[in-house]
């Protein structure tokens, strides 16, 4: 619709109704300029149109608005409005404003397109004219503030940078004269506004902490009114939230957070669909229906409540989503289609990301992953990793300038990096995040990485003290660093002045293993004369020599243990050659470290875990773990593992308190849940990868005591139930059966007491319970009772064989049956002598049970659970010692020829289990479980998490740890010459795993 009023000419264009709103654009044409008026009922907005239809993208994607793009900043109108009053109320009373926002909530926009542009527009009196400088602290703060006041104010640059050196009050009044706010002045309203963005950066550790005072004090300056004079500036700083609080150090930080601060919270709703809408429609784009509604439900966004609920920090993700979508749009439309293509807003910047790397070759991608770690500076506190902004000269250091240039060319064009005329930093934080391949890049250098950043705070030190000699590195510090960086592949990384200083710690070292060299031999000589003094024989010479070997290879092991967290590769080389001079614990370090170094973890989310039970089956090729706990888990959940190892838990249907004990039927697919505190079983069957159904939840009759075991029969309907010992009491007394078995068919339940034997019409607990794979036989440990059943019948089960203790006084605790039903094994209590025996039987005949082997534990640890592997030929024992839980594995094959081959520390909880089906999400460690995925061993650690060991690579450590250790570094096993003259210059040189 066109109208004419005084001489303009008036176009009205109804656009179609998006998310319940109808978004009308008023266009009135004067002059050269087109004026937009954009409204949806509740909001107006205005801007210039100046581009052609689509021609320009509206979105920056992972980069934020900058002033000139303020014509495409909408959806934080009341914020920039509450921030510009703010500014107005201390533009005389002075003081620092903070603006605090989680990263990726839209801090940087806000101060540059929001509250720059509106100054600019003179929201404020005379601000039309008032000179702003925004810039982000760098390393050098003082420097880059220096710098802007130059440029903005026309100070002469030598004499600003000595007041700012020396006296930051001086400074302050050089800049109130030159921007004229003495009240002398003919314009008293002029201002200097100054912006600092990012000013978490002024916490990095580049920044001394002497410039870093000097910094928030000359700010802290510039912002102060002075004896009824106005401030010589408006100073704003933007702070990431999680930087909170080093702010604390700083009483005018302080002052400004609790006084002067805006906070920067999620956009309502509304906010968003302007965000998303009114940009695109300035430069003459349309959404396709529907596709407004999917980006809110993407970002989070409840759009059935006024208040959006989206987590804050999405923002660069909606961004990105939307300039990827732009680059995928049909014609003027903004699709559906296109943005599914992009990645939508959950994988835009991984399938961007992606997009590029692998758009370059392999030459080049190599040089992208150095690249960009180089540009990350990972936490040491456990807060957030951020980016690092680099000069271009230390970031493309040591690397081929063509392959550079392509990178970053590549990473730029996809405004994943940020390119000025002499720094390259990541757009966005965001990135560090969402872009998986970046993430485990960070993940596996984050040692290196961290060396890196204390290196760098090392240096800077040695520098400000003179490069005193006290301030070098030395010992394990200094064997990380030659470990990392002193190879050709790393060299680079390092500049001029940590070069240096590496070198520097490098000669002292070598001066300090000189005089100790010295030492060494003299005490040699020394030796070797007494040595002479003693030998009497040959025999003699001989013990003396090896005496030398074992005390030098303890010597190398200790050097090792020192270097263990700081350098682990160099530790690791350390103890193989301790153990090939014969050194028996560090073979026992080194399987107890690749030990650790197999394991693979996973957290269930429960504070702590009792029982454990893996389905003896898979589902579509997928494992099923149960987990319970007797400390208040409020039921029982369902873990499965597929390539996302640990992903996906469910809580099974059903209110299950304190669950203590669990079991599988061999099928895998019922599990028997046991409440002791509810005295019910709780059976789950089903599809455990989808949801499981509560088939039966048995109350258990009374008077049988707290039950606290429950086994599940061959036909999945027989189960039985058993109260074990009470407390001090290693019996417990009971005036009925503490075993129960019982039948579930139908809608009925079928219950029979096992007539165990009592004395004097009392019974006793029964400690273990189990039955086997080869139909309904059942096996009861405890006094009296260690015996095989028949409970075919269940009106009438009958006792067919006695299990005998190791003596007369004892009795079995613990029991299980191999997967085949053929063996069975029993532990027995820990007797008066402080001994324990397991003991296996021969069951195939489960009428004639014959003992096959006894093994004590050396020690007479009380035994918690036994288990066998899913091909019976390993059997896992695992006890307490009072320190912390260990898992013995035995190889049992030939059960007359038992063999420990390995053992591993699970940390306070020894409840294990066997599996066939857990599929790590680490590619080379999943391939192995794939090719040998008959026996994983898992183990319910303390703390809620899980831990999974391949069987046979335990097998391959106990036989030979120094082969597997030599596997596991590779080809580059050998120890370097550096290290070698460090710590082992008296050792003549010899390879350690060739």
Not at 14 to 26: D, F, K, L, Y
Not at 191 to 201: G, T
Not at 352 to 357: E, L, N, Q, R, Y
Not at 660 to 677: E, H, M, R, Y
Request: with cysteine; aromatic share 6%.
């Amino acid at each position: 619709m066109t109208t004419q009023d005084g001489g303009e000419t008036h176009n009205t264009v109804i656009a179609e109704t998006v998310s319940g709103s109808v978004i009308q654009a008023r266009v009135i044409s004067g002059g050269i300029e087109q004026h937009i008026y954009y409204e949806d009922g509740a909001a107006r907005r205005t801007h210039r149109a100046e581009t052609a239809v689509g021609e320009e993208c509206p979105y920056p994607g992972l980069t934020a608005f900058s002033v000139d793009q303020a014509r495409w900043f909408f959806g934080r109108d009341a914020l920039t409005a509450q921030l510009v009053s703010r500014l107005d109320e201390h533009t005389e009373a002075g003081g620092m404003l903070i603006v605090v926002a989680p990263s990726g909530a839209g801090k940087s926009s806000l101060l540059r397109a929001g509250l720059v542009r509106k100054l600019a527009d003179g929201a404020l009196p005379g601000s039309r004219r008032w000179p702003v400088v925004v810039f982000t602290p760098t390393d050098s703060p003082m420097s880059a503030l220096g710098d802007h006041l130059v440029k903005s104010c026309g100070l002469e640059p030598i004499a600003l940078k000595a007041a700012m050196a020396g006296d930051p009050r001086i400074c302050i009044s050089m800049v109130r004269n030159a921007v004229g706010t003495d009240e002398d002045t003919a314009d008293v309203h002029r201002r200097l506004v100054v912006i600092v963005d990012q000013f978490e950066e002024v916490f990095s550790a580049g920044v001394d902490e002497d410039e870093r005072r000097r910094f928030v004090e000359t700010l802290s300056g510039l912002a102060t009114a002075d004896e009824g004079r106005a401030p010589a500036a408006i100073v704003v700083c933007g702070l990431r939230s999680d930087f909170y609080s080093p702010c604390a150090a700083y009483p005018q930080l302080r002052d400004a957070l609790q006084t002067r601060q805006t906070l920067v919270g999620p956009m309502s709703i509304d906010e968003l669909r302007e965000a998303i809408l009114f940009p695109a429609r300035d430069v003459g784009l349309r959404f396709e229906a529907g596709l407004i509604n999917v980006l809110l439900d993407d970002l989070g966004v409840n759009q059935d409540h006024a208040a959006s609920g989206y987590e804050v920090g999405r923002l660069p993700l909606l961004a990105h989503a939307l300039r990827a979508t732009w680059r995928e749009r049909r014609g003027s439309v903004l699709t559906v289609d296109g943005y599914l293509a992009s990645g939508g807003i959950h994988y835009a910047v991984a399938t961007t990301a992606d997009k590029a790397f692998l758009s370059l070759g392999s030459a080049d991608q190599v040089t992208a992953r150095t690249l960009l770690l180089r540009l990350v500076k990972v936490s040491t506190n456990g807060s957030e990793d951020t980016r690092h902004r680099r000069l271009r000269e230390e970031l493309v250091a040591g690397l081929e300038p063509p392959s550079a240039r392509t990178v970053l060319r590549v990473f730029a064009d996809g405004r994943l990096l940020t390119q000025q005329t002499d720094t390259v930093e990541i757009t966005h934080e965001v990135l560090l995040t969402a872009w998986p391949r970046l993430r485990s890049w960070v993940a596996e250098d984050r040692a290196r990485l961290i060396a890196r950043q204390q290196l760098v705070e090392a240096v800077d030190l040695w520098e400000g003290e003179n490069r005193d000699s006290d301030y070098l590195y030395r010992g394990s510090r200094l064997a990380a660093v030659q470990e990392w960086f002193c190879d050709s592949s790393h060299r680079h990384d390092l500049n001029d002045s940590e070069i240096a200083f590496v070198d520097a710690s490098n000669e002292r070292e070598g001066r300090q293993r000189e005089l100790e060299a010295r030492h060494r031999r003299r005490q040699r000589r020394l030796n070797i004369i007494l040595a002479l003094l003693l030998v009497a024989t040959t025999t003699t010479s001989v013990v003396v020599y090896r005496q030398s070997r074992l005390a030098r290879a303890q010597s190398v092991l200790a050097e090792a243990n020192a270097l263990r967290s700081s350098a682990p590769r160099v530790a690791m080389q350390l103890t193989i050659l301790a153990a090939r001079l014969g050194d028996s614990d560090a073979r026992t370090v080194l399987t107890e470290q690749l030990d650790q170094d197999l394991r693979y973890s996973f957290q269930t989310g429960s504070d702590s875990l009792s029982p454990i039970a893996f389905s003896p089956t898979r589902q579509y090729g997928i494992g099923v773990l149960a987990t319970g706990g007797p400390f208040g888990i409020p039921g029982v959940k369902s873990y499965w593992e597929g390539p996302s190892m640990g992903s996906d838990s469910e809580t099974l249907a059903g209110k299950v308190a304190d669950v203590t004990d669990l079991a599988f039927d061999t099928s895998g697919s019922v599990l028997a849940g046991l409440s002791t505190k509810n005295q019910t079983v709780t059976i789950w069957q089903g599809d455990f990868l989808g949801h499981p159904q509560v088939v039966s939840s048995v109350t258990l009759p009374p008077p049988i005591a707290p039950i606290d075991r429950v086994a599940i029969g061959a036909d999945a309907r027989l189960f039985a139930i058993a109260s074990g010992p009470r407390g001090n009491d290693r019996h417990g007394v009971f005036p009925d059966s503490p075993v129960i078995l019982f039948r579930v068919a139908g809608d009925g339940v079928q219950y029979s007491p096992l007539p165990l034997r009592g004395e004097m019409g009392m019974f006793v607990g029964v400690d273990g319970l189990a039955f086997s794979s080869r139909g309904d036989i059942l096996a009861t440990t405890g006094l009296h009772n260690d015996s095989l059943w028949d409970v075919s019948d269940l009106s009438h089960p009958q006792r067919i064989a006695d299990l005998v203790p190791p003596t007369e006084r004892e009795t079995f605790e613990k029991v299980a049956f191999s997967p085949d039903g053929n063996t069975l094994v029993a532990v027995s209590a820990v007797s008066s002598s402080g001994s324990t025996m397991v003991t296996l039987f021969d069951v195939s005949s489960p009428a004639r049970p014959v003992e096959e082997i006894k093994v004590p534990m050396p020690r007479g640890e009380r035994i918690d659970q036994v288990s066998f592997s899913n091909d019976g030929r390993t059997l896992a024992v695992a006890y307490n010692d009072g320190i912390g839980a260990t898992v013995e594995l035995w190889d049992i094959a030939n059960p007359s020829q038992v063999g420990r081959f390995n053992s591993v520390h699970a940390g306070s909880n020894s409840n294990i289990a066997f599996s066939r089906s857990i599929y790590p999400r680490i590619e080379q460690t999943r391939k192995y479980m794939e090719e040998h995925s008959d026996n994983l061993l898992a183990v319910a650690g303390g703390s809620g998490s899980v831990d999974l060991w391949v069987v046979d690579q335990l097998k391959e450590v106990g036989a030979d740890p120094i082969k597997a250790a030599c596997a596991e570094m590779g080809s580059d096993s050998e120890i370097k010459d550096a290290v070698w003259t460090r710590y082992l210059a008296d050792v003549s040189r010899q390879p350690i795993c060739s």
